[in-house]
């Protein structure tokens, strides 16, 4: 039950885009699309921004993208704003049945 | 409109128990695993056991195995979580979740404390 790997902190100017990556396994990333990525802002409940993969919820931004290759899924931010400045999870169904999410991403807008 | 909302937290005594209730709506509740998810204070999100929509599959960190009990009860909607043994490190916000089933849906959480 190892924790997905992603980096502790990314950072960009407004406007730029940046891009988290979250590490898995053959067991979990690389298996199945269940991937998910989160926004959390201080004091508040994660918000769902991407799930299976590429897909965004309902009144996400378009500036939010997903993708995968082999065992890493990443989570693009593109056009970055100051209210993009939040920590960000990501999160895989595995093939024990159970999910596993990553230590996530502190993301700091200069 | 999926809705899931928690309740049952709050202090708990070290060795002590506790026990959340989610309440589910805006779906067909049997047919669907549910999820305990939780944040310590400061700390990154833990998934903390699933149930299949029958029971019949259930799992557990290893983190909260032999203390934590995940059930449900499909004729209510409603799953629960019952916490035995605890320990400082189970203070945390716990949210219920329906993971895997197209957007994800969270209840806003309950938290809960371990402290004498």
């Known amino acids: 039950q190892s924790a997905l790997t992603q980096p502790a902190s990314v950072s960009g100017s407004p406007g730029q885009s940046i891009t988290i990556s979250c590490t898995g396994t053959?067991?979990?990333?690389?298996?199945?699309?269940?991937v998910s990525w989160y926004q959390q802002h201080p004091g508040k409940v994660p918000k769902l921004i991407i799930y299976d993969v590429t897909n965004r919820p309902s009144g996400v931004s378009s500036r939010f993208s997903g993708s995968k290759s082999g065992n890493t899924a990443s989570l693009t931010i593109s056009g970055l704003q100051a209210e993009d400045e939040a920590d960000y999870y990501c999160n895989s169904y595995t093939s024990s049945g159970t999910w596993v999410f990553g230590g996530g991403t502190k993301v700091t807008v200069l | 409109e999926v809705q899931l909302l928690e309740s049952g937290g709050g202090l708990g005594q070290p060795g002590g128990s506790l026990r959340l209730s989610c309440a589910a709506s805006?779906?067909?509740?049997?047919?669907?695993?549910m999820t305990w998810v939780r944040q310590a204070p400061g700390n990154g999100l833990e998934w903390v056991s699933s149930?299949?929509?029958?029971?019949?599959?259930?799992y557990y960190a290893d983190s909260v195995k032999g203390r934590f009990t995940i059930s449900r009860d499909n004729s209510r909607n409603r799953v629960y979580l019952q916490m035995n043994s605890l320990r400082a490190e189970d203070t945390a916000v716990y949210y219920c979740?329906?993971?895997?089933?197209?957007?994800?849906?969270w209840g806003q959480g309950t938290l809960v404390t371990v402290s004498s």
């Open positions: 805006g779906f067909t509740f049997s047919t669907y695993a």
């Open positions: 149930i299949s929509g029958s029971s019949s599959s259930i």
């Open positions: 053959s067991s979990d990333v690389g298996r199945y699309d269940y």
């Open positions: 979740a329906l993971l895997g089933v197209g957007p994800d849906s």
